[in-house]
């Protein structure tokens, strides 16, 4: 259970969490530079084997158990038409994820990863963040221990997405609230709002950042702009970063979730790698802030953390050829 019940419990377990174990990460260099290939022949593979075996502390590991979850929230800004969709289909393509009609239950499946689906107070939309914050504070601590619960203990990779109609608005908000500029340059059509949609989603936006924007850190402006699907997120991705178990970022909405913990405590993210880019327009330019470029680039706009299980194939190609591949004197070749 997370050891947390407040908001600055959680940013205190924020602070505390684990950093990188150098001699692991330092190990498979070493083992890098040993394998039957020139160096750097397999790019950012390279990289990416490096970068987990430091932070699971074993210098020649593998991906066994990989976990998704998908958390989904409902907003009461959506009353005010900023998406193409109404707010039941958020209950709807829950069931659809429980019943394994989504396309991150093929996904999942294709990637051998469990998948778990949490729905937070669908019946209960979060506060129109134009009158007042999203979330009390009761609330918003309660989405994060749902995120950070959920993280199963024995997973060895974490992918987290989400599903709440509305809630890209939320995301350009927190993204523009965090790293500046205005309500246009973050907002963009979500789920396919036309010409005039976009007038009213960019209108919305800009009366949130009015009213919050500068009103405390990441944790609070999570609270004022965000949801709960998006808290939820931002809890089980510091959860995976206390268990050393490396994070996998889908696109724009978990990108401006997992922003809000980085503008807490600098370097929180530093076990997580971006897993894809999404069509969103505004993605591209969340991933520079944070420096982190993506694995993939789909042209995916889904949502639901289906980028992001699409680059747990290369995360796990990574480490099989780091792990599995002979050294030069494993396999009687000549190191040149």
């Keep these: 259970m997370a050891d947390f019940s407040d908001l600055d419990g959680f940013r205190a377990a924020l602070a505390a969490l684990p950093d990188v174990d150098t001699a692991a990460r330092q190990g498979a260099a070493e083992r890098n530079s040993q394998l039957t290939k020139p160096p750097g022949a397999l790019g950012r593979l390279e990289e990416l084997a490096q970068w987990y075996a ?10 066994t158990a990989p976990q998704v979850i998908v958390f989904a929230g409902n907003h009461g800004v959506a009353a005010q038409g900023v998406s193409a969709f109404p707010p039941e289909v958020t209950e709807q393509m ?22 778990d689906v949490h729905a937070l107070e669908l019946d209960r939309p979060t506060d129109d963040f ?16 749902t995120g950070w619960d959920a993280v199963d203990e024995a997973a060895d990779l974490l992918v987290v997405g989400e599903m709440g109609i509305g809630n890209t608005t939320p995301a350009a908000a927190l993204a523009a609230a965090l790293l500046g500029g205005d309500a246009a340059d973050w907002t963009g059509r979500g789920t396919g ?4 949609g976009l007038v009213n989603k960019t209108r919305v936006v800009g009366e949130g950042l009015a009213l919050h924007k500068g009103q405390g850190d990441g944790i609070e402006t999570l609270r004022r702009l965000g949801g709960r699907e998006l808290a939820a997120m931002a809890g089980a991705i510091a959860r995976a970063r206390s268990l ?13 979730a997992a ?22 327009g505004a993605h591209a330019r969340l991933l520079e802030a944070l420096g982190k470029e993506p694995l993939l680039a789909l042209g995916l ?10 680059a747990i194939h ?8 780091h792990s599995g591949m002979a050294t030069f004197a494993e396999a009687g070749v000549t190191d040149a």
């Design 301 to 310: 706009r889904l949502g639901e953390a289906s980028g992001a299980a699409l």
């Design 193 to 196: 709002v036309d010409d005039a």
């Design 244 to 256: 050393r178990i490396p994070v996998i970022l889908d696109g724009f909405i978990c990108t401006a």
């Design 94 to 115: 829950v069931m659809n994820f429980q019943h394994g009609g989504a396309a991150i239950n093929q996904l999942a499946r294709a990637a051998g990863a469990k998948l």
């Design 259 to 280: 922003t809000c913990l980085e503008h807490t405590s600098k370097g929180a993210l530093d076990h997580c790698v971006a897993g894809h880019l999404s069509a969103e």
């Design 54 to 63: 430091g932070w699971r502390g074993n210098p020649q590991p593998k991906i």
């Design 130 to 145: 134009t009158q007042g914050p999203a979330m009390s504070e009761q609330d918003m601590t309660t989405a994060l221990a």
């Design 314 to 321: 290369v995360v796990k190609a990574a480490l099989e050829c």
